[in-house]
């Protein structure tokens, strides 16, 4: 069955940095588009980044474009999201997705 499991959130200062991963199995990672949402404390999920299955197109949220990198290891089955001047509302949970199918998340808290 489908596994995305994600890593690399933490506690960061605003205009710090993070990358996040997500490791896939259980399909041909290779053959899929990806996505990275968010979910802040007591918000719906807002889409964040999107990537195609080659990784040749990416696509970002007005609120990250600039600051947030999408990118994948297709021989790691690794979805990635390097994240850079990190604000005060980038604060929430990170799933990585496919298909409306989502990992546990990683927590992604900044402050000072």
């Known amino acids: 069955q489908v596994q995305l499991v994600e890593s690399g959130g933490g506690l960061v200062q605003p205009g710090g940095s993070l990358t996040l991963s997500c490791v896939a199995s259980?399909?041909?990672?290779?053959?899929?588009?990806m996505r990275w949402v968010r979910q802040a404390p007591g918000k719906g999920l807002d889409w964040v980044s999107s990537?195609?299955?080659?990784?040749?197109?990416?696509y970002y949220a007005s609120s990250v474009k600039g600051r947030f990198t999408i990118s994948r290891d297709n021989a790691k089955n690794t979805l990635y999201l390097q994240m850079n001047g990190l604000r005060s509302d980038d604060t929430a949970v990170y799933y990585c997705?496919?298909?409306?199918?989502r990992g546990q998340g990683t927590q992604v808290t900044v402050s000072s």
């Open positions: 990537i195609s299955d080659d990784g040749t197109k990416k």
């Open positions: 259980g399909f041909t990672f290779s053959m899929y588009d």
């Open positions: 997705e496919k298909d409306n199918i």
